[in-house]
């Protein structure tokens, strides 16, 4: 599957406000905080990792509106849907946490739901519903419209794996100091009800918890 390069210069693109007060949730590292950034660690994603005029990479933060969408987005995010034994092993699970976050500020995002991708000559199976295999490529875009936009702070689509809600990329670099407060914070090992909701989360596309 062929992503388009970013145009140049980049269009005009829609944009919506994501309201202080919002809360999200993250998987992430056990070793990480809540509302830590990823420092431009492990593989590609969607959009991530972008890098500014002078190569530096710039840090992102990626949260969803619920715990279904972000476990989708995370630990179940490779899992190959065409495969009839689908299986994630448990110690993955047990080794993240789960943060809910509230939003202390307004932001601007760009939208990347439909008809938004439209007005920007694109559509889901453009850049959202893509396999891994084209990450380098679509995160061009991330980092497209973070050039073209100054006050953007992020992005926001629906899942590929999780379409019953949205997921967020966030630039760190345009995050206000305490731009996020942390609700909570549950390490999945040390929650036996956290683990059977995220198991039970992973059964829904019929993943299964391997020992």
């Known amino acids: 599957m062929a992503v388009p390069d970013p145009p140049r210069p980049f269009p005009a693109f829609n944009t919506g406000r994501l309201a202080a007060g919002t809360t999200l949730v993250r998987f992430h590292a056990a070793a990480f905080a809540g509302d830590a950034p990823n420092p431009c660690r492990g593989g590609p994603t969607r959009f991530a990792p972008i890098y500014d005029p002078a190569g530096g990479c710039i840090p992102s933060l990626y949260a969803a509106a619920t715990l279904e969408c972000a476990a989708f987005e995370s630990v179940f995010h490779?899992?190959?849907?065409?495969?009839?034994?689908?299986?994630?092993?448990?110690?993955?699970?047990l080794s993240r946490a789960v943060s809910r976050l509230e939003l202390q500020v307004d932001l601007m995002l760009a939208n990347l739901f439909e008809p938004d991708l439209n007005r920007i000559m694109l559509t889901r199976a453009d850049l959202i519903d893509t396999p891994?295999?084209?990450?380098?490529?679509t995160a061009r875009w991330a980092e497209a419209i973070h050039r073209a936009d100054a006050e953007v702070?992020?992005?926001?689509?629906?899942?590929?794996?999780?379409?019953?809600?949205?997921?967020?990329?966030?630039?760190?670099d345009r995050l206000p100091e305490g731009a996020f407060a942390i609700l909570d914070r549950t390490e999945v090992g040390a929650s036996a009800d956290l683990l059977e909701e995220v198991r039970a989360i992973g059964a829904r596309a019929g993943i299964t918890l391997s020992i």
């Open 78 to 93: 490779d899992v190959p849907h065409t495969d009839a034994d689908k299986f994630v092993p448990l110690q993955k699970i």
């Open 132 to 137: 891994a295999s084209t990450y380098r490529r």
């Open 153 to 172: 702070a992020g992005l926001a689509w629906t899942s590929r794996r999780c379409d019953t809600g949205p997921a967020y990329l966030f630039f760190a």
